[in-house]
């Protein structure tokens, strides 16, 4: 028997339909993968499945105690509390009952107060009767198998191990079926290779969305497609549901033709002279008017964007040449004499786990950031596009047509003037969605935004830093072909697997903190040829100055992007540091905790702002200025442990 069936569910927003008599069965131990266009309704799905979102029509069948849980996309911003605490409330008053039972045994270890054995012994009887103690044994696995720290503060964890908390939490009431919406967005290429094997392993049916290619292809036993409001199942692996995607719009694109064929045939009938209209046969009319009430019905198959960059002229045969690059923040090693050399039509790949140094690379090799030792040559003609994973070019109260160009409502690509309406419909942009404020987009379409923007510009080197987040298979794969038949040179930080090994013609890969080296191919050609003792877990180990020992390396990133560079420190090269004032070492000792809490502050605003609801909200102006003053007091510490550090080493 179906754990689950959907029938005849209808469901709109306003004048735009989501869902259309849709059917959809759900059996024990699948793995369901949801796939459609950005904003088709695949999470609007997941919601009904879960049952937080009544449909306008239609039914929703479930077998009789079917538990459902969801992994929450986005980690809250207000969770605190231990690990085991916040694992134990999915057990609602159960888990209470287990963290009140732990509390109650550490007091009385060091108090003899008989209202606490009194407490102790309501407390044990009702965990009897509740089967509590299988329970508790339920949350020690789990703390075990994903490997978590059972008496750390939630809020101290790093993103991707607050992710694993999420899910030992959702799976600690033994769910039927489990929800993933986007489970791999933000997370590393290490953390989606753990996530990957566990979930494949566990015993309850699975109904995911993902855009990730090399993660559907591995965990999917099938496909479930939302298009125009339509479900339709496929139980085949990703690549055979290409093929025969392809094959069924192509017949449907036959249909559509001979229906339209028909219906001109019988406009012009209807159109004919007076004794066509007296001979006329009613029953004829009656179809053309269905034929017509069809026609008005049909909803289009939703076209592929068309992706193109503005090509400048060429730069010179040597791009970008290295020798000997070295730079380090204080507490974290970046580069370690690194010299490579990136010709015109290269197109490089920038592999590591989060934390380790991508996006200060990057600006190292553009020149935005002098290195502490070696030396960054730039050649001539240099045009760069660059993609900004934090979409900082977009002015949110801007309307999307004024965000491809400031100076003309016309773009000219390649030598051929366009309007910017018309340019952006190249992007799936409609006129009614290009006049509306950047701020009601989806994370999928700004980053289609962003692309057009950067496109839009005469460039013949393209830095893209993280564009794959939140963009449909489709226009991902419309992204890959563009890049693989760019003239120019390509710098990409990604980790998606699959867009790695499509795309790049060469890497280069932290392999360990400093230790950064290039590798001819993509991702898998890395795995093959990467040195045994290259272990991406050496990362946790080293963090900037006030980070949280508990971080790995599925930290995002957020000190990268903050401002001018530290002072670097070589500890081979560095010199016998010197003594500084009493005013300049306490100073010097406040700065690792300041920077913390910046960071951490700047972290939460971060996750905030992520939050596809964030620019409805009434103070979303108030948290952007708040954010922007975090940023600049960060940048301002570390301009100040820079001179402190150079006092030291003068």
């Known amino acids: 028997m179906a754990l689950l069936h959907l029938r005849d569910i209808d469901l709109s927003f306003g004048t735009q339909c989501i869902l259309d008599k849709a059917h959809l069965t759900i059996e024990r131990n699948e793995h369901v993968c949801l796939v459609g266009r950005n904003g088709q309704g695949k999470s609007t799905l997941l919601k009904i499945i879960e049952g937080t ?47 009140e039972f732990t509390q109650l045994t550490q007091r009385m270890a060091i108090d003899d107060d008989p209202k606490l054995f009194e407490r102790f012994t309501q407390v044990q009887q009702q965990l009897d009767a509740n089967d509590g103690w299988s329970l508790q044994q339920n949350v020690d696995t789990l703390i075990s198998k994903l490997a978590l720290p059972a008496d750390a503060e939630f809020s101290d964890l790093s993103g991707g191990m607050k992710r694993r908390v999420l899910l030992a939490r959702a799976l600690i009431r033994s769910p039927d079926i489990l929800l993933l919406d ?307 040179t390509v710098i990409l930080v990604s980790h998606d697997r699959a867009f790695l090994n499509s795309v790049v013609t060469s890497s280069i890969v932290f392999d360990a903190p400093g230790q950064v080296h290039e590798y001819v191919g993509g991702y898998d050609d890395w795995l093959r040829q990467r040195p045994d003792w290259v272990s991406w877990d050496n990362f946790a180990e080293q963090k900037m100055p006030g980070h949280n020992a508990s971080r790995t390396a599925t930290q995002p990133e957020s000190h990268e992007s903050n401002g001018p560079a530290p002072a670097q420190s070589n500890p081979t090269a560095a010199s016998k540091p010197k003594k500084l004032s009493y005013k300049d070492q306490r100073a010097y000792d406040a700065l690792p905790e300041e920077i913390e809490a910046l960071e951490q502050e700047l972290e939460d605003l971060n996750q905030r702002v992520s939050d596809p609801d964030f620019y409805q909200t009434s103070d979303y102006q108030e948290t952007l200025a708040h954010m922007q003053r975090c940023e600049d007091e960060l940048e301002a510490a570390f301009e100040q442990w820079e001179t402190l550090e150079a006092k030291m080493h003068e």
């Open 182 to 488: 986007e489970p791999t967005n933000h997370l590393d290429i290490a953390a989606i290779d753990w996530l990957e094997p566990f979930l494949k392993s566990l015993n309850c049916t699975l109904v995911f969305i993902t855009h990730d290619r090399a993660f559907l292809q591995a965990l999917a036993t099938r496909i479930v497609e939302l298009d125009r409001g339509h479900l339709s199942s496929w139980e085949c692996d990703y690549q055979t549901y290409l093929k025969r995607k392809a094959e069924k719009l192509d017949a449907e694109a036959k249909a559509a033709a001979e229906f339209d064929k028909k219906l001109a045939q019988e406009e012009a009938w209807i159109r004919q002279g007076i004794k066509a209209r007296r001979t006329r046969n009613e029953g004829r009319v009656r179809a053309l008017e269905k034929l017509r009430a069809e026609h008005k019905a049909r909803r289009q198959h939703v076209g592929k964007a068309s992706l193109q960059t503005n090509q400048s002229q060429n730069t010179g045969k040597q791009v970008i040449e290295v020798k000997h690059l070295s730079f380090a923040w204080p507490t974290l090693n970046v580069v370690e004499d690194f010299s490579t050399l990136i010709l015109r039509g290269d197109k490089v790949g920038l592999i590591g786990p989060n934390g380790c140094g991508k996006s200060t690379l990057l600006k190292l090799l553009l020149g935005e950031i002098q290195p502490k030792q070696g030396q960054v040559k730039l050649g001539t003609h240099l045009q760069v596009a660059y993609f900004d994973q934090h979409r900082a070019q977009l002015d949110p109260e801007q309307k999307v047509v004024d965000s491809i160009t400031d100076t003309s409502d016309h773009v000219e690509i390649n030598g051929q003037r366009k309007h910017v309406m018309g340019y952006l419909q190249d992007f799936l942009f409609t006129p009614e969605r290009a006049r509306q404020p950047v701020k009601a987009l989806s994370g999928g379409e700004r980053n289609r935004l962003l692309l057009a923007r950067i496109f839009a510009k005469p460039a013949n080197l393209l830095v893209l830093d993280e564009p794959t987040n939140d963009l449909d298979i489709e226009t991902l794969e419309l992204l890959e072909e563009l890049l693989l038949n760019y003239q120019g």
């Open 53 to 99: 979102l009544e449909p306008d029509r239609g039914s929703r069948v479930l077998q009789d105690g079917l538990r459902i849980t969801k992994l929450q996309q986005e980690v809250p911003n207000d969770l605190t509390g231990s690990v085991f605490h916040v694992i134990a409330e999915g057990l609602g008053q159960t888990g209470a009952l287990l963290e």
